[in-house]
Structure formats: C-alpha cells, structure tokens
C-alpha cells in the first residue's frame, strides 16, 4: 500500500464478520468520503465516491471484474477494497470518484464446515430468520479445493408491508499448484425485495412529510422479484525470474421484473398524494469482461523497474423489455392510507419499452514503477481505450445515444518512502466514461460521435503509514475536474426527468482513514471527509452542489477484545460505532436539503465450545437509538428511507469434518442447534420454522363432502391428506349424502367439487361446525344473501387477499395487509357475509369481498338466521389447494382448527 500513489482502504474480514452488514452501504460505512447515492428504491448498490457516482457507473467489481447493477454484498464476500479517484488506467471506462471491490471467499485446503442460524427482528413484530451453510476443504491431495456457500434469508421488511427474500448458491474450486493457482467461482442469487421509494418531501417545511416513518405510500405489490447469475475464472501463473501472467475471465447477468407504483403529485391541504402506476418487465443486464495482463521486474539504468502490461474488453448490455405506465383508479390519502385499492399496471408503453444500453470496449494498458533509488519511486502509466456505445428506447426503437471514440489516458505518480511504515505520495490520474442516456435529452437532441465523453483529471497528495500489527493509515487532499457532464433533473410539470448535457463539476477535499490496534486489547476504525463539490459550468445550475454528496461525514467505531471470560471457556469481543453524514442536496436544482444524521451500530461476540464442536453466538443491533434519517433521494417525490432499529441473533456452529452432502453438515449439529434455538427463543427471536407442535387435529373426527365420481377428486383427497397428516380422523363422503352421516362427527367441510344443487339443503341446520369453499352454497347456508356475484362469486385471477383482522386466530398470526396466498395466480371465491360474521380478509383492492369470514356459533348469519355451530367461508376453488403459498397453508390449517373449536 506504501508504494501506490493513490488512496487505498480496505474493509477487512474481520470487520466483515463484527459488524455483519447487509450491504456495500453498510460495509462502507467505515470509509471516508463515502455516501449514498439514488439506489433505484433500495434494490441496488449506488455509492458516491468523492462526490461521483451513479447506479450504471461500472464502478461495483467483484474479484477485480465488473458487476451489473444490483447488490454486490452477500454471504461470500470476505472483504471490500475502496480505490479512491479516477481508475481507468486500471479498470476502464468510468467515473472519477474510485472503484469498490469486493473479493469472494477462497476454496481452502484446510477442511473446514460451519453452519449459522439467524433470527432478526424490527419493530411491531417484523421479523426475520437465516441459515447459512459454509463448507471447504481439499479434493485429494493434489492441490485441488473446493468450497461451497448456501446462504438463505426470510425477512418482514422494516415497514409497514413488505417481504426481503434471498436465496444464494455460490460453489467454488480452486487448484493450488506450485507454479499456477486458478479459481473458478459461480454464484447464484434469486431474490424477492421491496421496491420502496420512500417518502415524499412537504412543500411547506421542505422536509420530507411527518408521517410515521414505517408508513409506505406506494402498494403492497410494490417488489422486485429476480435472479443474477455469476461465473468468474482467475488463472496466476508464475514463469520464474519474477515475471508472472494473469487471466481474468467473467460474465454476469441479472434479470428481474419490477412494480413501480409511485408518487408524483401532492396536495399538503387535503392530505392526498397522486400517483403513477409503473413497472418494469422482462429486465435483463449482462457484462462479458476479460482481461490478460503479465507483470514483472527488470533492471534498466541501475535502477528497478516493476512493470504491467496488458488488455482488457467488455461488453456491457442493459435491457428493459416492457415498461408499463398506468393512471391510478383513486387518489391516495397519506393522513388516513388505505391499501389495496390498485391493483399492477398491466399497460405496456410502447415509447418507453425497449430500453437498451449496449456498451463494447478494450483497451491496452502499461505501466511503470521506477524505484529511483531507496526512497524515491516514479509511477508512469498509459492507457488507450477504445470504445462504442449505443443507448435508446421504444417501439418503433429510437435512439438517443450513438457514440464511439478512442483515447489516451496517462497516470502519474511520485512517492517518497520516509520509513519504512511511512510514505508521501502525489498523483495525477485520468479517467473516461462515454456520455450516454437512454431517455432524449431535454432538447431532442442526439447524443452522436460529435459529443465528447465525461472527462476528468484529479490531481492528489497525500501521506500513508502501514505498521505491521499496528496501526494503518492515510491522509489525502484531492481535487478533481470532470467536463461535458450529463445534468439531470426531475421536471414536476412532465412528471418526467430531464437531461441535458452540461458544462463542468468539480469536486476536492479533505480525507482521513485510520485502523488498527489501539493496544493489547482495543482496536478501532475512525474515518473524515470533507468535500466540497459543485457544478461548475451549467446555464441554470453553476455553483449548486452536487447531488446526493455530502459535505461531511466522519464515522468511529471501537472493539474490546475480553480475550478468555467465565473460566477460560469461551472469548468475548463487544463493539461499537457511529456514523454521520452531513446535509446534502436533495437534486441537481438544490431545490430542498436532506438533513445530516448520525447512526449507531453495536454488536458483541462470545466463542465457546459446546459438544466437542466450536460455537459462536453473536448479537447485532443495527440503528441502535432507532434514528429516523433518509440517505438519498432521486427527486422531491422518491426520498430514500434509513432503516430502522434491527436486533439479529447469529449462532455459528464450526468443526473440521468433512461435507459428504449439506444434509449430513446440518444433522451433525442438531445437538447444538436445538440449544441455541432455546436461546434464541430466551431472546424473543424466532429462528427458522418453528417446531411443530403436538398434531392439533389429536383424532378429531371430519367428513369432508366431495364429488366422489367428479374430476376433481385427486385434489379433494390431498386435502384428505393434508388433514390427515395433521391428526385429524377424515371420512370422504359423496355430495348426495345426508347429514345424518355427520352424526358424532366434530367437523364437516364442503368442498367446492360439489355441485351445490346436489347437496341438501338440511346441512344448513345441522349442529356441527362447518367449514366450506364453494361459494354457490353460502346462500343456501345462510352465511350470505342469494344473489350470485353481487353477495357471491368468484374472482378469477388473485394471488394476494387483505388481512384486515390479524389478532384473530384465523389469521394465524400473520401480520395485518396483504398476504401472498397461492404460488401462482387462481380463483378466489368471495361472500358479502351477514352482520354477525367476522370478517378475517378481503379480496386485494376490493374490501367489500369477504374472502374468508365465520360466525360463531349462535351469531346472525343472513336472513335472520343463528348459526347452529360455527360456520366458516374459505376462499379456495376446485383445483386451489396445491396452490397455496406458506401463508395461504397457514391460514387454511388457522381456519380448520378455528372451526373445529381448537383455536
């Protein structure tokens, strides 16, 4: 690090596992100079660096290769590496702030398998749980590793409705040999999140609203559901006398569909906000990248020569096939929210679709250290970058970008080596990115080969010091240029974002990094930046600050290391820290401010052995005092929300054996895990699914009443099934029967394979609780009025119903909202019920529909009539049942044993 002329920090593994951060935001929280930027409704990664950046920036790598947009953090990642200022000489074509990189974990040839349980919890009951399974270890005894990390989280989203799903899957083998080590790694990752813009700001305070901050203004539908698919190779090969080759293959693709549904409009005096219907389908983005590089040492004019050179291309594609855009069907009232009345925009704009970014570049790169003598080291590099870019949208396609170029880009540094744990170092780097927009510019006009790309020059001094085992550290001033800037700017008339090209920005400033042990036992991360970035040349907004950046941030956070407590058996570690962003403008016109906040974070860690087997329990809480703070916007109306206060549990069971298959990793930690889910419990955190309890159904007796000769049978007896595996005793009755076949019986259901002429009218008045999902029945069972799809029907595609009575047992404690009921979209049946029922969920955007209700026994059902036992209304249709999600299982086994009086 003392040799290289540009500031270098590094989030190491250790960090990693103490502060356990859910993404690049949180790892990064310990750098200078570092703040968020617009991360498209908190589904991806976008990170201001010296005041650039953006969320097609190219600046996210993995293992040194570039990632497409999304979420670079997860389970495999060992550690983070911030290059600070322009880096095209070393990774192309991008902005000037720095490059983050994240490096995966290795294969091992020391066998090794661990396996984690968590539990996570927010607020009012908004919790989570994980496990993860992280295994390596040699394959024979030829240098050959392998290694193997299942990662999958299950989390209510801190607000009031939402659901963070992920799933990753991410093998790795490496070969160790004793001239070429090669990595191969592929990482899966499915995953369903929030797609939340936050809160809108005020116009009367210029303050985000006064609102609950759980408060969500969009809709329960409002998600990102997709997948990412990385495949990385990298081949070292040492050829002797100090030269060594270097091959770095990658691709990566990502794909997801989005709904958008988003504010765009607010009246502060009726307390309404008007809204626009979006989203986006068939998204899919790719990166090829390679590069080739040899580097090594010669002697030339006494004195050392360490030398690089090399090529690299990529090819980059963004792609969004439909994007819809949809009016609302009513206007949204934030004082007094009422959900579920939209439902997902299903109309495809044809001038939007199509949306693409196609980048190809390559380029040749050399560079030159010379060590001018013991103290003395030049830096000399050069690369020639070639590029094309093609970027637009529509049906028929139109383009707005169409540009291609070539250039030179130069690097220079000196350093000095005062010590040897000190160096003083000055810069002056280049770097490149081609202008490019998918949607036209303000004016119409084309972004063509006429156009010069982004440009900038940075100019940094700086000092460093690297004690081993000790502190590290660096100080830097820098002061950066970027010219024909892309200015973009919400338009509140068009509802759409103008762009226009622009004149110049400029960003410099003060940083300061310092890490190490402070002593046998602390150690401890302190960062401060202080920037000062503005627009520098533009026709309406020269002299503004620049979007989303911070003019101070400064971070702390300090560990005590116990070392071994209660006798020796186990280590203890307990840590802490604080975060502050400053003030930042809220858009290009600084037409409103958020304001600055600090976050604290605090964790401890304890090391035992229990069973033969290593044991670690650790405890996180993440925004400890619970701070309401926003750390980026896109525009007045898309005001970025921070977390909340979240409390996770993590226990990691550890031991050398060797993974014949996860089945056999996972039952050899029962023992352990058992006890630790009683003190996760202890906790009050729920981890995993939770035991099952003796069977509720404990010999109850049931006929269910079905078409027997129907052709729906084969569902009807997995319900049998379903209620059999629960204790329940079930008897399969045909539809002619009569209710005298119930006598002594505590449960009958109906299914809907009946045919409700065929079924007699006497089971309105029998004495025995009844549960039914045919809704042609409910008027003959006095549960509605008669009239067929006005007090009952069917609903013919619904995948989500509203629950609007949690606390009752037929919600099976699920939180009140919208619940995912079937895999896939099926028919819901409905009921309008009498005055006596209680009303558990409606149809989603129709709250009119009761989808499941009951009454109990003696209550008024329709016409007057009490019901002679309990009488309950579920929403399932003749072939649903195989279809129901978790929730919707959950919520039928709530409804059986509701009705049969075990609830």
């Not at 990774?91 to 000037?96: F, T």
């Not at 394959?139 to 990753?168: C, P, Q, S």
């Not at 002299?543 to 911070?550: D, I, Q, S």
Request: hydrophobic share 40%; glycine share 10%.
């Amino acid at each position: 690090m003392l040799e290289i002329p540009q500031v270098v920090n590094v989030v190491p593994a250790q960090v990693i596992r103490d502060q356990r951060p859910r993404n690049i935001d949180d790892a990064l929280a310990n750098v200078s100079g570092i703040n968020q930027g617009n991360t498209l409704a908190s589904t991806q990664d976008t990170i201001m660096k010296r005041g650039f950046g953006g969320n097609r920036d190219g600046s996210i790598m993995h293992n040194g290769m570039p990632l497409v947009q999304g979420r670079g953090m997860n389970a495999a990642a060992e550690s983070v590496e911030v290059l600070k200022g322009p880096s095209s000489l070393l990774y192309g074509l991008m902005d000037p702030g720095g490059v983050i990189n994240v490096v995966s974990k290795k294969p091992q040839l020391r066998q090794r398998t661990s396996l984690s349980l968590l539990g996570s919890g927010y607020a009012n009951g908004r919790d989570g749980s994980g496990v993860t399974l992280d295994t390596t270890g040699p394959i024979g005894e030829n240098g050959l590793a392998y290694r193997l990390i299942v990662d999958h989280v299950d989390e209510d989203y801190w607000r009031n409705f939402g659901k963070h799903r992920e799933t990753l899957v991410a093998p790795s083998l490496a070969w160790y040999g004793d001239d070429t080590q090669a990595v191969l790694w592929y990482e899966y990752r499915k995953y369903v999140t929030p797609f939340d813009r936050g809160t809108a700001l005020d116009p009367r305070t210029q303050r985000p609203l006064a609102l609950p901050k759980t408060q969500r203004l969009d809709e329960p539908f409002n998600e990102m559901r997709g997948e990412t698919h990385l495949g990385q190779l990298s081949v070292d090969h040492q050829f002797g006398g100090g030269w060594a080759g270097h091959l770095n293959l990658s691709y990566n693709q990502e794909t997801y569909d989005a709904n958008q549904l988003r504010v765009n409009g607010i009246n502060v005096a009726k307390g309404t906000l008007t809204r626009s219907n979006d989203a986006t389908h068939g998204a899919l983005s790719t990166d090829s990248y390679a590069t080739a590089y040899v580097d090594g040492t010669v002697e030339l004019g006494g004195m050392r020569h360490d030398l690089q050179f090399g090529w690299d291309a990529e090819y980059r594609k963004i792609y969004r096939a439909d994007l819809l855009r949809q009016a609302t069907r009513s206007t949204f009232s934030y004082l007094f929210p009422v959900y579920g009345r939209e439902v997902p925009s299903s109309t495809v704009s044809a001038s939007d679709s199509d949306q693409t970014d196609r980048l190809h570049n390559q380029s040749l790169f050399f560079q030159d250290s010379i060590h001018l003598n013991d103290r003395w080291i030049a830096v000399a590099a050069l690369r020639y970058q070639a590029w094309s870019q093609l970027a637009g949208r529509g049906r028929p396609f139109k383009v707005n970008t169409d540009t291609d170029g070539s250039k030179l880009l130069p690097r220079l540094g000196l350093i000095y080596k005062w010590t040897d744990t000190v160096s003083f170092y000055g810069s002056y780097t280049q770097s490149l990115k081609p202008a490019s927009t998918i949607a036209p510019l303000s004016s119409g006009y084309v972004l063509d080969a006429s156009v010069k790309p982004e440009e900038a020059k940075s100019w940094e001094i700086g000092a460093k010091i690297d004690m081993p085992g000790g502190l590290t550290g660096t100080v830097a001033l820098f002061d950066i240029h970027k010219r024909n800037v892309l200015v973009s700017q919400f338009n509140d008339v068009t509802k759409l974002t103008d762009w226009r090209t622009s004149g110049a920005a400029r960003s410099r400033g003060l940083e300061v990094d310092v890490a190490g042990q402070l002593g046998k036992n602390w150690s401890a991360i302190a960062s401060y930046a202080y920037i000062d970035a503005k627009t520098t040349e533009d026709p309406l907004y020269a002299g503004n600050p620049l979007w989303n950046v911070a003019r101070q941030t400064a971070s702390l956070s300090a560990v005590y290391d116990f070392g071994q407590v209660f006798g020796g058996e186990g280590r203890l570690r307990m840590g802490a820290g604080a975060h502050y962003v400053g003030k930042r403008a809220g858009d290009s016109a600084n037409s409103f401010v958020l304001p600055g906040y600090t976050t604290v974070d605090a964790f401890a860690s304890y090391d035992t052995r229990l069973y033969g087997k290593k044991v670690k329990f650790q405890l996180n809480v993440k925004n400890l005092f619970d701070k309401t703070y926003y750390p980026s916007a896109a525009n007045t109306y898309f005001i970025a929300m921070g977390d909340a206060r979240q409390v996770s549990f993590l226990t990691t069971s550890s031991s050398r054996m060797k993974l014949r298959s996860p089945l056999m990793a996972i039952t050899s930690f029962t023992s352990i895990t058992r006890r630790v889910a009683v003190l996760l419990m202890a906790c009050g955190i729920a981890v995993g699914a939770q035991a099952a309890a003796e069977a509720p159904g404990q010999g109850r007796k049931v006929v269910l009443l079905v078409q027997r000769d129907g052709p729906n049978l084969p569902v009807d007896e997995k319900v049998k099934q379903h209620l059999e595996s629960r204790g329940f005793v079930v008897t399969l009755q045909d539809q002619s029967a009569v209710p005298s076949v119930a006598a002594g019986s505590d449960l009958v259901v109906i299914s809907s394979t009946v045919a409700a002429k065929d079924v007699s009218p006497a089971w309105r008045q029998l004495p025995v609780p009844l549960l039914t999902w045919e809704n042609d029945l409910l008027d003959d069972l006095a549960m509605t009025g008669k009239r067929h799809d006005t007090d009952f029907g069917e609903a013919a595609k619904e995948r989500y119903v509203w629950l609007v009575n949690a606390p009752h047992p037929m919600a099976a404690g699920l939180p009140a909202g919208v619940a995912n009921v079937y895999v896939k979209q099926a028919g819901v049946s409905w009921g309008k019920p009498g005055l006596g029922a209680t009303t558990i969920a409606t149809l989603y955007g129709q709250p009119e529909k009761a989808a499941i209700f009951g009454y109990e026994k003696g209550a008024t059902m329709d016409y007057e009539s009490l019901a002679p036992a309990r009488r309950v209304m579920f929403f399932l249709g003749n072939e649903t049942f195989t279809n129901l999600s978790p929730a919707g299982r959950m919520l039928f086994d709530a409804a059986v044993d509701w009705t049969a009086g075990i609830r």
